[in-house]
């Protein structure tokens, strides 16, 4: 019963959620992972033609909304457990390194809060030939229980890893 209560809400609830979250839902792009066992992942963010200026040390939240995860299972990610549910996902831009805020608030147009923080994930990163004038972002399903979050942005390539728990 708890697994037809989550599965639903997953598949009817949480995505309202997300598009009043985004600026204009046309602009709004899904991308998903799947894991071994058949659960999966999904982020919501903007697609906006402007991703916004990243700021070294300033939270960013592309396309003036932050993005937004959805897992049908237990996460881990920094070394934290990411409990079944919705996120928003915030990056924080820094020299040399960025990283990947988890909130637990899902409330649209909040402000972000970093008491609602549940994990802040440093991300692996690369400096690419090419810049990127916006966002790209993928999923790379790299193991049976890994998903990695990649996101392009100007010269950086960074990425968090996702393992189901």
């Not at 939270?59 to 993005?67: E, F, K, L, S, V």
Request: with cysteine.
């Amino acid at each position: 019963m708890r697994c037809l209560l989550a599965c639903l809400f997953f598949i009817v609830g949480l995505p309202l959620i997300t598009v009043a979250q985004s600026p204009n839902p046309a602009e709004a792009k899904e991308i998903f992972c799947g894991f071994e066992d058949g659960a999966s992942l999904k982020l919501q963010y903007s697609a906006a033609s402007k991703s916004g200026d990243m700021h070294d040390g300033k939270m960013w939240q592309p396309g003036g909304a932050p993005m937004t995860l959805f897992t049908q299972v237990k996460l881990m990610a920094g070394g934290v457990e990411i409990p079944e549910g919705a996120y928003s996902l915030y990056v924080l831009p820094r020299k040399g390194n960025w990283m990947l805020v988890v909130s637990k608030n899902v409330v649209a147009n909040s402000k972000y809060d970093e008491k609602q923080d549940l994990v802040r994930v440093k991300m692996e990163s690369v400096s690419v030939d090419t810049p990127f004038k916006s966002l790209d972002i993928a999923f790379a399903h790299t193991a049976p229980k890994e998903c990695n979050l990649r996101m392009y942005y100007g010269k950086t390539g960074a990425w968090a890893e996702f393992r189901e728990k």
